[in-house]
């Protein structure tokens, strides 16, 4: 079974069983995790779904497009090594991701 | 709250982007009172702007389309139902009342919200009703498309606004040969500038879809019942499907039941309470004071847009639990066609002044408007950091100088950052 570790800025985890192929967005947003924003619902338009992922399963993910690069500088906090945009993030089988929220998305 | 009748919470009726993120924000600000959420659809809410892209496309499942998981709305107390037709309202002074469902079922409400959106306007000319002219608004409308996708070759797309442009390049990947008629002479007029609505025009057309501006339709041919082409009056184009998109009108009539002021849209305050003082409308159906920054002083607009209907609903749940908070944010909206993603921020009408600070690359746009020498929006393709530096800008309240933006080289951040800092110092 996938699963998604989510801390918030406030050091609080959730953690999430998540299917295969579902983005980390998704999986967070329809299970309510209020950190991830998405006004956009994933089509890589708003930046508002931005996590910081731990630095180990950083490596592991396949690595991000040029789009979703570009438009990691314009997020509202500043970028940090490890971030990606969360609906360009897919869940994959025996997924074991831990991500870290912002402060804001926003 | 409003213990002395019988309740039951606050009915928001229409279960659209504004509906559901209404029960969102109500639960998030603490509202304990019941809230049931009602859709005329059979289906669980959704969410609309992939219908036109990568839903059509097959990129996505339906699933990735719903808002909340059943969990979710159980958990926070948000009753939803679903295929129920509100098609009568009752309301007494206090705001409360009873909403009659098409099937016979009555909700009692404390308090009414409308978020009942838009539908498709349709097209009124001979032949219309033919087999084949298809509309796209709804989930069902999008599994109806995609369901004659592969049985046809030629599609004629009417109308070039977002909707329409959407659906053509998707078409269009997809590999059908299509033509898009545009009833004026520029294409997502009502939107972007002319140099933007000229650039996808010419993208469009590299693609290899037919843009055909300022063509109206006379009418819809067939033949046995089934469209079979399009006539704009000096020629016939071939069509096995005609997908329509000319626009929206917003749903207004339960509203109009009630005597409230309407006028494009349910006339709201700013603080999304409509005429009544107790009644809310939210998003589409929404005809509010213009929050837009460098908007006209007692200007409104209608938007039909998903960040609208987003902070317009938060607004509108603050209202609800007796608080006031303003419009927050700039608006912006977005459109994905085929190759380009269109984003833009703020509203441009009414400026007087366009940086274009294109880069070379043909595939990429941006422009800037001014007005009265001040920023007040973005038209931006495949140029995202352009579209998110002016959205920060104009969120912020801080100027982009138009002498400074020019030189596409220049990156906005930098400039936005000083002015930010100087606004602290």
Same mark, same amino acid.
Request: proline letters at 4%.
């Given at each position: 079974?996938?699963?998604?570790?989510?801390?918030?800025?406030?050091?609080?985890?959730?953690?999430? #069983?998540?299917?295969?192929?579902?983005?980390?967005?998704? =999986? +967070? %947003?329809?299970?309510?995790? *209020?950190?991830?924003?998405?006004?956009?619902?994933?089509?890589?338009?708003?930046?508002?779904?931005?996590?910081?992922?731990?630095?180990?399963?950083?490596?592991?993910?396949?690595?991000? #497009?040029?789009?979703?690069?570009?438009?990691?500088?314009? =997020? +509202? %906090?500043?970028?940090?090594? *490890?971030?990606?945009?969360?609906?360009?993030?897919?869940?994959?089988?025996?997924?074991?991701?831990?991500?870290?929220?912002?402060?804001?998305?926003? | 709250?409003?213990?002395?009748?019988?309740?039951?919470?606050?009915?928001?009726?229409?279960?659209?982007?504004?509906?559901?993120?209404?029960?969102?924000?109500?639960?998030?600000?603490?509202?304990?009172?019941?809230?049931?959420?009602?859709?005329?659809?059979?289906?669980?809410?959704?969410?609309?702007?992939?219908?036109?892209?990568?839903?059509?496309?097959?990129?996505?499942?339906?699933?990735?389309?719903?808002?909340?998981?059943?969990?979710?709305?159980?958990?926070?107390?948000?009753?939803?139902?679903?295929?129920?037709?509100?098609?009568?309202?009752?309301?007494?002074?206090?705001?409360?009342?009873?909403?009659?469902?098409?099937?016979?079922?009555?909700?009692?409400?404390?308090?009414?919200?409308?978020?009942?959106?838009?539908?498709?306007?349709?097209?009124?000319?001979?032949?219309?009703?033919?087999?084949?002219?298809?509309?796209?608004?709804?989930?069902?409308?999008?599994?109806?498309?995609?369901?004659?996708?592969?049985?046809?070759?030629?599609?004629?797309?009417?109308?070039?606004?977002?909707?329409?442009?959407?659906?053509?390049?998707?078409?269009?990947?997809?590999?059908?040969?299509?033509?898009?008629?545009?009833?004026?002479?520029?294409?997502?007029?009502?939107?972007?500038?002319?140099?933007?609505?000229?650039?996808?025009?010419?993208?469009?057309?590299?693609?290899?879809?037919?843009?055909?501006?300022?063509?109206?339709?006379?009418?819809?041919?067939?033949?046995?019942?089934?469209?079979?082409?399009?006539?704009?009056?000096?020629?016939?184009?071939?069509?096995?499907?005609?997908?329509?998109?000319?626009?929206?009108?917003?749903?207004?009539?339960?509203?109009?039941?009630?005597?409230?002021?309407?006028?494009?849209?349910?006339?709201?305050?700013?603080?999304?309470?409509?005429?009544?003082?107790?009644?809310?409308?939210?998003?589409?159906?929404?005809?509010?004071?213009?929050?837009?920054?460098?908007?006209?002083?007692?200007?409104?607009?209608?938007?039909?847009?998903?960040?609208?209907?987003?902070?317009?609903?938060?607004?509108?749940?603050?209202?609800?639990?007796?608080?006031?908070?303003?419009?927050?944010?700039?608006?912006?909206?977005?459109?994905?066609?085929?190759?380009?993603?269109?984003?833009?921020?703020?509203?441009?009408?009414?400026?007087?002044?366009?940086?274009?600070?294109?880069?070379?690359?043909?595939?990429?746009?941006?422009?800037?408007?001014?007005?009265?020498?001040?920023?007040?929006?973005?038209?931006?393709?495949?140029?995202?950091?352009?579209?998110?530096?002016?959205?920060?800008?104009?969120?912020?309240?801080?100027?982009?100088?138009?002498?400074?933006?020019?030189?596409?080289?220049?990156?906005?951040?930098?400039?936005?950052?000083?002015?930010?800092?100087?606004?602290?110092?």
């Amino acid at each position: 079974m996938a699963k998604i570790t989510l801390t918030d800025s406030g050091g609080v985890s959730t953690v999430l #069983e998540a299917n295969p192929g579902d983005s980390v967005m998704e =999986t +967070a %947003v329809r299970n309510g995790v *209020t950190g991830i924003v998405a006004e956009c619902g994933g089509s890589l338009s708003c930046a508002t779904c931005h996590v910081i992922v731990d630095e180990t399963d950083f490596a592991e993910l396949p690595p991000m #497009e040029e789009m979703e690069d570009e438009m990691l500088w314009g =997020t +509202a %906090v500043d970028r940090l090594p *490890t971030s990606r945009l969360s609906c360009q993030i897919r869940v994959t089988d025996d997924m074991d991701l831990h991500v870290t929220l912002p402060e804001t998305q926003i | 709250m409003a213990a002395d009748h019988p309740g039951t919470g606050l009915l928001i009726v229409g279960a659209s982007q504004a509906g559901v993120q209404l029960a969102i924000s109500l639960r998030a600000l603490g509202f304990t009172d019941p809230v049931t959420l009602i859709g005329d659809e059979d289906h669980r809410p959704y969410q609309r702007p992939a219908l036109s892209k990568e839903f059509l496309q097959d990129k996505i499942t339906k699933e990735s389309l719903i808002f909340r998981s059943e969990d979710y709305w159980r958990e926070h107390d948000i009753d939803v139902v679903k295929g129920e037709f509100i098609e009568k309202v009752h309301t007494e002074p206090d705001g409360s009342g009873t909403a009659y469902a098409a099937g016979g079922r009555t909700f009692d409400f404390d308090r009414l919200a409308l978020t009942a959106g838009a539908r498709a306007r349709r097209l009124e000319v001979p032949g219309a009703d033919l087999d084949g002219v298809l509309y796209l608004r709804n989930a069902d409308d999008a599994l109806e498309l995609k369901a004659r996708v592969p049985h046809i070759r030629r599609v004629v797309v009417v109308g070039g606004g977002f909707i329409g442009i959407e659906a053509a390049a998707s078409l269009h990947t997809l590999g059908k040969d299509v033509t898009l008629v545009e009833y004026a002479d520029r294409l997502v007029a009502r939107a972007v500038g002319e140099r933007t609505s000229a650039f996808l025009a010419d993208h469009h057309r590299r693609c290899g879809i037919d843009i055909r501006l300022g063509t109206g339709v006379q009418a819809i041919v067939g033949a046995d019942g089934h469209v079979t082409g399009v006539d704009i009056g000096s020629e016939v184009f071939a069509a096995d499907l005609v997908l329509v998109g000319i626009g929206v009108v917003p749903n207004t009539e339960l509203a109009e039941q009630l005597g409230l002021a309407v006028d494009n849209g349910i006339v709201v305050d700013r603080f999304a309470t409509a005429s009544d003082g107790h009644t809310l409308a939210v998003g589409d159906c929404a005809n509010l004071p213009n929050p837009a920054p460098g908007a006209d002083p007692g200007s409104r607009v209608r938007f039909e847009s998903v960040n609208h209907a987003i902070e317009q609903a938060k607004v509108a749940a603050y209202a609800a639990t007796g608080r006031r908070a303003d419009y927050a944010g700039v608006p912006w909206f977005w459109s994905n066609q085929g190759d380009l993603k269109l984003q833009i921020a703020g509203l441009s009408t009414g400026h007087d002044q366009v940086v274009d600070r294109s880069p070379a690359d043909p595939t990429k746009h941006s422009v800037l408007y001014y007005r009265n020498g001040r920023l007040i929006a973005a038209d931006c393709v495949n140029v995202p950091l352009d579209f998110m530096m002016v959205k920060q800008a104009l969120a912020a309240g801080v100027d982009l100088s138009a002498d400074r933006v020019a030189d596409p080289s220049v990156a906005l951040k930098p400039i936005l950052t000083a002015a930010l800092e100087g606004e602290r110092a």
